[in-house]
């Protein structure tokens, strides 16, 4: 079933090409932060997360960047493939605190 | 088991009555939360167990709503006299570590809709 929007923005990159994903945050007391993809009718799938005592972190085609001075956060995917079509999500975390709270969602449209 | 599992992956309500939805977490996970999905937005933080208490409640949006969680597993989020904004997809996540900045794994979701 849907679990995404009609209003969401939208990223459409070539297939092959590298994407970048944006996030803001607006709370300071912010310590970690998580990426995140949905596909339609699924559960977020954890993708990458980062400390915030770090201001990147690699994975397996995936780089996340991290700048607290302006509150920023990218996710940036390497060689994009089809698969990789999805709405993203960023996730922060408050010190002291379990609970996430999650953006309002980019989505991801790849051009084979 | 294997992942994070929601009962009913679908509900349809008439508004006024009261609804159930289930989570059977990780096997060995202690933490479990629960998260509401409108159409359009993202995640809202519901309700966040650690083991069979719950620290933080402060998401749930009113009275209405009650989550329990027995032997440290399954969950169940009740909502009571459903109304029209209850409809959304509610998600249940897991995490296998006390700590504080460990991923949490979702489940599939409960899409409820009250009509």
């Known amino acids: 079933g849907e679990s995404v929007g009609l209003h969401l923005p939208t990223l459409s990159v070539q297939e092959g090409d590298n994407s970048i994903i944006n996030c803001a945050y607006s709370?300071?007391?912010?310590?970690?932060f998580i990426w995140y993809k949905q596909e339609s009718g699924k559960g977020p799938q954890f993708i990458i997360d980062?400390?915030?005592?770090?201001d990147k972190r690699q994975g397996q085609r995936v780089t996340v960047l991290l700048n607290k001075t302006v509150k920023h956060l990218s996710l940036q995917i390497a060689a994009t493939q089809p698969g990789d079509s999805a709405v993203y999500f960023c996730?922060?975390?408050?010190?002291?605190?379990?609970?996430?709270?999650f953006g309002s969602g980019t989505r991801l449209q790849v051009q084979p | 088991g294997a992942g994070v599992s929601q009962s009913p992956s679908n509900k349809v309500t008439e508004k006024g009555k009261d609804v159930e939805l289930r989570c059977d977490p990780i096997?060995?996970?202690?933490?479990l939360y629960w998260y509401r999905q409108s159409l359009g937005q993202g995640l809202e933080f519901l309700i966040y167990?650690?083991?069979?208490?719950?620290?933080?409640k402060s998401g749930l949006p009113s009275d209405r709503f009650s989550a329990e969680r027995t032997g440290g597993s399954v969950s169940t989020l009740t909502i009571q006299r459903t109304q029209q904004e209850d409809s959304a997809v509610y998600l249940c996540?897991?995490?296998?570590?006390?700590?504080?900045?460990?991923?949490?794994?979702f489940g599939q979701g409960t899409r409820l809709t009250v009509v």
């Open positions: 980062i400390r915030s005592n770090m």
């Open positions: 996730a922060e975390k408050e010190t002291g605190r379990r609970a996430l709270t």
């Open positions: 096997s060995g996970h202690t933490a």
């Open positions: 709370n300071s007391a912010s310590d970690y």
């Open positions: 167990f650690q083991g069979n208490s719950a620290p933080d």
């Open positions: 996540a897991s995490s296998p570590r006390q700590e504080m900045n460990t991923e949490a794994f």
